[in-house]
């Protein structure tokens, strides 16, 4: 996702009926995760979960080597939110409790009827439709929250991610700024 994280919109609240609803999912696999709306308490978790990411799936997940988490950018983005957009995750039961295994994340950008996405899913739960999963769900609260269009820059190395975007109806086009990124974008029609 590009800096437009730290320049979430904080002034939309989103109504009851645009958020998030909590859910179990069970997925291709048999395993069962639990999805829910971020917020503020998850970063000790989100802060592992980075950990556990391979330095492939970092860069992937960033378009860009990253060794660390700016924390201070992680909590200014966990503010913005739910207002600023959304981050669904997944988690499974872990001895200190969860662990987030995925999430999916929606910005709302400067024009309020667009959003940013982007998505990261632990290596251990990749092939189990975890990520689609996610997709449907950010997909399904970017249009309850009204928002015409979603887009996200995908690194063209990244083909997993690139397949199921083009699954999700996504639209993939080459960035003309960066031979080496696509852009996927989706029109959302209301719910």
């Keep these: 996702m590009t800096d437009s994280l730290a320049q979430a919109n904080p002034e939309r609240e989103p109504a009851d009926d645009a958020r998030f609803a909590e859910t179990d999912v069970v997925l ?3 395993r069962a995760v639990h999805l ?4 503020a308490s998850d970063e000790a978790e989100l802060l592992q979960a980075f950990e556990r990411l391979s330095p492939e799936a970092r860069y992937m997940r960033f378009m860009r080597a990253v ?5 201070a950018r ?3 983005t966990l503010a913005a939110f739910p207002q600023g957009g959304d981050t669904i995750i997944a988690t499974i039961p872990a001895a200190d409790g969860i662990d987030i295994v995925g999430g999916a994340t929606f910005v709302i950008l400067d024009d309020p009827s667009v959003c940013e996405f982007a998505i990261s899913v632990a290596a251990e739960f990749g092939g189990a439709g975890l ?3 996610l997709m449907t769900a950010l997909i399904d609260t ?3 929250r009204g928002l015409k269009e979603m887009e996200g820059f995908v690194l063209s190395a990244n083909q997993p991610m690139l ?6 109806g996504f639209t993939v086009s080459r960035d003309p700024e960066d031979s080496s990124v696509r ?3 989706l029109r959302l029609a209301p719910p």
């Design 163 to 168: 397949r199921l975007a083009s699954r999700m």
């Design 67 to 71: 060794r660390s988490v700016d924390t």
């Design 131 to 133: 990520g689609s999963t």
């Design 36 to 39: 829910r709306s971020i917020c």
């Design 183 to 185: 852009i996927c974008r």
């Design 74 to 76: 992680l909590r200014k």
């Design 28 to 30: 291709r696999d048999g």
């Design 142 to 144: 970017a249009r309850r």
